[in-house]
């Protein structure tokens, strides 16, 4: 039988890992501290396509302050593993030239998605550019750039839900799940 907290996703089990409540606390933690530190400034955030469009809503609803959004695109997952390159499938074209950048991202993982996206923005000369990823996973981490707001550290497991997919599925769960090995 199956439990009430495990779930399919095309052909894998996962289990409930972090409720929708610890989400949303989170979330707003984040939102918190961000409205803390950018007092007064307008704040331009930059939501990293797919996996970041729950949290990037979520997160700019507690936001205080003055600010915009866009978003980019890339890609470097298939199935459950990365493939080494990222593919900006989505570009920037927003001006950044002065303006305070926070890149918000679903989950860093190796980093790699994130270096290729701080390159990116480096000719735009942004003023500020820092990172608000939901998801860290510290053992995976293998970049030397800061992450300056984390909603979670988790071990190396593939988790999805909450805009987290694996292979495109998953993402509408409120809930994030963990794969059952
Ligand atoms: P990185 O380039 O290795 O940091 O990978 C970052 C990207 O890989 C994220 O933006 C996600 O799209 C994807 N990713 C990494 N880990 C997971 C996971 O556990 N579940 C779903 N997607 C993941
Ligand atoms: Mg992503």
Redesign the pocket.
């Known amino acids: 039988m199956q439990q009430m907290n495990e779930i399919s996703v095309k052909d894998k089990k996962f289990s409930v890992s972090i409720s929708e409540k610890e989400i949303e606390n989170s979330v707003k933690n984040l939102a918190n501290r961000i409205n803390e530190d950018y007092k007064g400034k307008e704040i331009t955030f930059l939501g990293?396509l797919n996996?970041s469009f729950m949290f990037a809503s979520d997160l700019m609803k507690n936001i205080k302050n003055e600010c915009k959004i866009s978003f980019i695109k890339v890609s470097?997952?298939e199935g459950t593993s990365?493939t080494g390159t990222?593919k900006q499938l989505l570009g920037l074209n927003e001006d950044l030239e002065g303006k305070d950048v926070i890149i918000i991202?679903?989950?860093?993982?190796?980093?790699?998605?994130?270096k290729n996206i701080l390159e990116i923005l480096k000719p735009k000369k942004p003023k500020s550019v820092k990172i608000a990823t939901l998801i860290f996973?510290p053992e995976?981490f293998k970049e030397d750039f800061k992450v300056d707001y984390i909603g979670f550290s988790i071990p190396n497991?593939?988790?999805?839900g909450y805009g987290?997919?694996?292979d495109g599925l998953g993402r509408n769960l409120k809930e994030i799940y963990t794969l059952v090995k």
């Open positions: 990293i996996g470097s997952y990365t990222v991202e679903d989950i860093v993982d190796t980093g790699l998605t994130m996973k995976s497991d593939f988790i999805v987290l997919d694996y």
